[in-house]
């Protein structure tokens, strides 16, 4: 038997989900030069930057045009409704905060001359289609952020089973 | 420049490993040795290791001297870890060859190694959903699955691409990579198995996807005419080509047509002064089945939207028009990021030493080709490799 001193030592027995591991964004005008996309965002409004020199649309929103490096950018609205361009259920795998979700639908929705993915609520992969439209929502984080998500617009009747 | 020659290739067994990250690229780095003469670790000066996500999978940074360390590598020309996502291994050879073509290395290695089984898959989950860009995709948790899982429901859209053609990419794969000793899948499916395997992101079924895999692969790359000091069987690298569009989704090309791969095949096929007939073996990026699919049309070996037809005909079987994947590919051999390209392209080298088993050999090729692509497989890498110098 080996004389060497032993000694269990304590460490937290969990580690709360560290800030880089969530996959929201930082909205905060502290940590971005974009968060005036969070604010239309707490208005319902959907928009993306759009240069005021050359035209470009551009997403995701930026501070410098990607086309024409201008600085002058402006706020477009996207609208409220778009079309989806194609989807799929998450059924396994999600990562680490979305597991409880599952399944849930995500997709990518045609909507103000782009092509956006989001999350798809309140449908399951088989109500949906490619061209379905589906409406604006925005959802609210329990540390008050927001972010967009889309549903299928309630007006198109689920298939009867 | 200097022409430059692959002189030998070592590689981990690859697949649910009880081993770690290190472990893994020490068993790389031994057999990489073991499968060269009169060279040693010492004899090397510049490294690159292809690693994607250390810092998640293994809690790592600053990989490249590790690496060299545990081989036994002294760089004195040049080091550097490549990321690239899963072309990390790839864009370690480019790097590699490029400072011997350019003279700036005698003797390089590219290495690459990822460790992706951890006590908590979710964890490895939400590390490879980051590679997407993480706030405007990931967050909508688009990663592989879900992203190539839209792509084959544009394909199928559009083409009229069915889910058992997709299957037939599974079977061929899981044939070739049942022939394979160091595969992470050596057994073979069905398409009946294929369709009823669990749905992971519908019209993905597990077997539609590739495994999560642990893995390490190395080769040497010598200026071309020092190669036959090395080995009787040396492999040329003869023409390249890399073309990306955009990254986040809204900024593709298209979902259902891979423009950038056409662009990389292109210039692949010109730098090599080849064409697409000329490729007797593609070791192609099948991280899912409609990825093989679309890249028997984006390399030019059928019209786009012809790529479920291609395999029901069975044409990128050995002995078809051309052999894809006879390592059994991703989808059989595994996926471990860093490491899968190079792994591809130590294949095309045994391939054209007649170092593999018979079941899966290709007879007589002369040329093979290494495709990998990276996140919304809006960038592809292609190697064109030969047998002879040309
Ligand atoms: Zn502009």
Redesign the interface.
């Known amino acids: 038997m080996s004389m060497v001193k032993f000694e269990k030592i304590k460490r937290p027995e969990k580690i709360g989900l560290p800030f880089m591991?969530d996959?929201?964004?930082l909205q905060d005008e502290k940590y971005t030069r974009t968060s005036q996309f969070f604010k239309n965002l707490k208005e319902g409004h959907l928009t993306t930057t759009k240069c005021k020199k050359c035209g470009e649309l551009l997403?995701?929103p930026r501070v410098i045009c990607s086309n024409c490096h201008s600085e002058k950018l402006e706020w477009f609205d996207l609208g409220t409704e778009g079309e989806l361009?194609?989807?799929?259920?998450?059924?396994?795998?999600?990562?680490?905060?979305?597991?409880e979700d599952v399944p849930?639908c995500?997709?990518?929705v045609r909507i103000g001359g782009?092509?956006?993915?989001?999350?798809i609520d309140g449908a399951k992969?088989e109500d949906l289609k490619?061209g379905d439209k589906v409406n604006l929502k925005i959802v609210e984080l329990p540390d008050s952020r927001v972010?967009y998500r889309f549903s299928r617009n309630k007006e198109q009747k689920l298939p009867i089973p | 420049m200097r022409q430059v020659a692959i002189v030998a290739g070592g590689e981990a067994k690859a697949g649910r490993r009880a081993a770690s990250w290190r472990d893994l690229v020490q068993e790389a780095g031994k057999a990489l040795f073991e499968d060269v003469d009169n060279l040693s670790p010492k004899d090397v000066d510049s490294i690159f290791v292809g690693a994607a996500q250390p810092e998640r999978f293994a809690f790592l940074s600053y990989v490249a001297p590790l690496v060299a360390e545990h081989i036994g590598v002294t760089p004195r020309k040049v080091i550097a870890r490549t990321e690239l996502a899963c072309v990390s291994g790839q864009a370690a050879i480019r790097y590699a060859w490029n400072c011997v073509a350019t003279g700036m290395s005698d003797i390089a290695v590219a290495i690459g190694v990822e460790k992706m089984y951890q006590p908590d898959m979710a964890e490895a989950q939400t590390t490879m959903t980051c590679v997407l860009d993480r706030e405007w995709d990931g967050v909508n948790c688009f990663s592989a699955p879900p992203i190539f899982a839209v792509t084959a429901q544009r394909h199928m859209y559009e083409f009229g691409t069915t889910k058992e053609q997709m299957a037939l990419v599974s079977v061929k794969n899981h044939h070739y990579s049942s022939l394979n000793p160091i595969a992470h899948l050596q057994k073979e499916v069905t398409v009946e198995a294929v369709l009823k395997s669990p749905m992971v992101a519908p019209p993905l079924n597990l077997f539609d996807c590739c495994p999560m895999t642990d893995g390490s692969a190395g080769v040497i790359l010598v200026p071309a005419e020092e190669a036959k000091k090395y080995t009787d069987t040396p492999m040329y690298l003869i023409g390249s080509g890399q073309y990306a569009v955009g990254n986040v989704i809204n900024n593709l090309a298209n979902l259902a047509e891979w423009a950038p791969l056409k662009l990389a095949a292109k210039e692949a096929y010109r730098t090599a002064k080849i064409t697409k007939d000329d490729v007797d073996i593609a070791e192609v990026h099948d991280c899912f089945t409609i990825s093989e699919i679309m890249e028997y049309e984006g390399l030019g070996f059928c019209e786009t939207g012809k790529g479920g037809k291609f395999i029901e005909d069975g044409k990128p079987y050995i002995g078809g028009k051309v052999a894809v994947n006879p390592s059994g590919g991703i989808m059989g051999c595994g996926h471990p990021l860093g490491a899968t390209s190079i792994y591809h392209t130590f294949e095309i080298l045994k391939q054209f030493r007649g170092d593999v088993d018979m079941g899966r050999y290709v007879k007589g090729a002369e040329i093979g080709i290494q495709h990998s692509l990276s996140g919304a497989a809006n960038q592809h890498s292609i190697l064109v490799c030969s047998r002879e110098l040309r």
């Open positions: 591991l996959f929201y964004p997403w995701p361009y194609a989807f799929t259920e998450i059924r396994l795998g999600a990562p680490i905060g979305f597991v849930f995500i997709g990518i782009l092509l956006i993915s989001a999350r992969y490619i972010f």
